[in-house]
């Protein structure tokens, strides 16, 4: 998701999407489908249906577990808690 598939959702252009995006969300677009991503990630791992930081990355489309794990750090406060290999 980027801020060109907004503006294409709402048939605006790239400007009046994020114009639209600041006034609905009160968040720029990409700090809006940031915070999207991390609450479905963490509902993800609060579900105990990832089991690391390298799967959690992956499934929002993260290239690096370790920069996942600092921007989920960055953004809940404390670091993810992930199911036990059983």
Known sequence: ???ELIAEALSASTSKAVRLTKKLTG????AYIKDIRMNYINDMINQRKIKNATEAATAIGMKHATYFSKQYESHFGKMPEYAKQE
Request: glycine share 0%; no cysteine.
């Open 27 to 30: 968040q720029s677009p990409a």
């Open 1 to 3: 998701m980027n801020t």
